[in-house]
Nanobody, 120 residues
Framework: QVQLVESGGGLVQAGGSLTLSCATS????????ANWYRQAPGKQRELVAS???????YYPDSVKGRFTISRDNAKNTVYLQMNSLNLEDTAVYYC??????????????WGQGTRVTVSP
């Protein structure tokens, strides 16, 4: 069974930093592309970072220059480095990845989410 497990969320003061991790289960061979989304209370889920198969990245203006998505192919892990956090970054953050398993099947998976709370 394929799993994505996020970690690294927590409580941080405004201006601080956090690094989120998204680890895959052992039956994953490769991560082709990955995204980080977030959902704040009462709001729709929004994309905050995207990484494609050529390692090109995309960030919306709301996080550009503050967030960085990256991956470690050896560990099949995706990261989201978040700097200069502000109150509007408070949300549950979700990892989404297009991954290939040992059977050669390519599919999109979601993690369970990790909560980030930014305090004044």
């Amino acid at each position: 069974q394929v799993q994505l497990v996020e970690s690294g969320g927590g409580l941080v003061q405004a201006g601080g930093s956090l690094t989120l991790s998204c680890a895959t289960s052992e039956n994953i061979v490769s991560i082709n592309a990955a995204n980080w989304y977030r959902q704040a209370p009462g709001k729709q889920r929004e994309l905050v970072a995207s990484l494609d198969s050529d390692d090109r990245t995309y960030y919306p203006d709301s996080v550009k220059g503050r967030f960085t998505i990256s991956r470690d192919n050896a560990k099949n892990t995706v990261y989201l480095q978040m700097n200069s956090l502000n109150l509007e970054d408070t949300a549950v953050y979700y990892c989404n990845a297009l991954m290939m398993d040992r059977l050669g099947l390519l599919d999109s998976y979601w993690g369970q989410g990790t909560r980030v709370t930014v305090s004044p």
